[in-house]
């Protein structure tokens, strides 16, 4: 069975641009989490979508926002990139409350 | 909301002692504790976790004890081998928004 997948691996971009960043979660899992590991720093997290809807988010700014699809998989867009915005962005997913949340391998978003 | 602090954030063992990671949580709310190991590069892995209605959960190597009157649970690792050098990162559930301790970078010396 396929873990939780994310795609790019790897994004380098300019300060201002958009970043799209993609999330397909374990086959059965509805739930999908975003959190941010900035370098040297712990997990924070950003947003969960359940059933297609943001069901909760983290302290992030409004240009930090997502969606998720029919099939579950999930965006993550941040607009008008910072350099600060460098950073691990780690998917979970889950398939019902207070059970396991399985990690992606992350995507390295640079900001240059 | 949820405050999950984690002890120590470095830990260097010989190989074949005990490790111990201390966390503590605010929310008596939280009732579901997870732990991970993050490896250089990867993403978290979920190694062992337990429920608000359990005190103690082991697998192998590695135990979860839950004290929820003092709100603080620890990881305890056993026979420690070089492949546990990774770092660990606690969390407090509610609400399944996971809130996680700043980590901790176990060394693990042969």
């Known amino acids: 069975e396929a873990g939780v997948t994310q795609s790019p691996t790897h994004l380098i971009k300019t300060r201002g641009q958009q970043a799209t960043l993609r999330c397909s979660p374990i086959?059965?899992?509805?739930?999908v989490y975003w959190y941010q590991q900035a370098l040297g720093l712990g997990l924070q997290f950003l947003l969960w979508?359940?059933?297609?809807?943001?069901?909760n988010r983290g302290n992030f700014p409004p240009r930090f926002s997502g969606r998720q699809f029919p099939n579950y998989s999930s965006e993550l867009n941040v607009n008008a990139l910072e350099l600060e915005d460098s950073a691990l962005y780690l998917c979970?997913?889950?398939?019902?409350?207070?059970?396991?949340?399985?990690f992606g391998q992350g995507t390295r978003l640079t900001v240059v | 909301g949820e405050n999950v602090e984690q002890h120590p954030s470095t830990l260097s063992v010989q190989e074949g002692d005990s490790a111990v990671i201390k966390c503590t949580y605010s929310?008596?709310?939280?009732?579901?504790f997870p732990w991970y190991k993050q490896e250089l590069g990867k993403g978290p892995q979920l190694i062992i976790d337990?429920?608000?209605?359990?005190g103690e959960k082991k697998d192998q190597r590695i135990a979860v004890t839950l004290n929820k009157t003092a709100k603080h649970f620890s990881l305890h690792i056993t026979e420690t081998q070089p492949e546990d050098s990774a770092v660990y990162f606690c969390?407090?559930?509610?609400?399944?928004?996971?809130?996680f301790g700043a980590g901790t970078q176990v060394v693990v010396t042969p």
């Open positions: 979970a997913s889950s398939f019902a409350e207070n059970t396991e949340a399985f």
């Open positions: 086959s059965g899992h509805t739930s």
């Open positions: 979508y359940d059933e297609g809807e943001e069901r």
């Open positions: 929310d008596s709310a939280s009732n579901y």
């Open positions: 337990i429920r608000s209605n359990v």
């Open positions: 969390a407090a559930s509610k609400w399944r928004k996971l809130q």
